[in-house]
């Protein structure tokens, strides 16, 4: 049983910040991939950033150097820093963990970008 707590979602205005936090607890291999993942009203959820327990870290292109993904391996902790936010970026923000063909997500924090 793997579980994942979101955290740090809330409302900015445009060019504001908001970092994320994402601690998952349980059964959890050593090497997994943790991730964000967002899903706007009436849009699929699409990828944000992962990053590998190795620190490999990928992005997608609309959060390029905006965003920047990180994690605690001694906490099992992933963080997502969010600048310069857009009103595109407004969605529900999932944390995810994946390992041994298995796939876990959170509850979801919002994130609302608005003046």
């Known amino acids: 049983q793997v579980q994942l707590v979101e955290s740090g979602g809330g409302l900015v205005q445009p060019g504001g910040s908001l970092r994320l936090s994402c601690a998952a607890s349980g059964s959890i291999f050593r090497i997994n991939v943790m991730g964000w993942y967002r899903q706007a009203p009436g849009k699929e959820r699409e990828l944000v950033a992962t990053?590998?327990?190795?620190?490999?870290?990928n992005y997608a292109d609309t959060v390029k150097g905006r965003f920047t993904i990180s994690r605690d391996n001694a906490k099992n902790t992933v963080y997502l820093q969010m600048n310069s936010l857009k009103r595109e970026d407004t969605a529900v923000y999932y944390c995810n963990i994946r390992f041994l063909g298995r796939n876990y997500w959170g509850q979801g924090t919002q994130v609302t970008v608005s003046s």
């Open positions: 990053i590998t327990s190795g620190g490999t870290t």
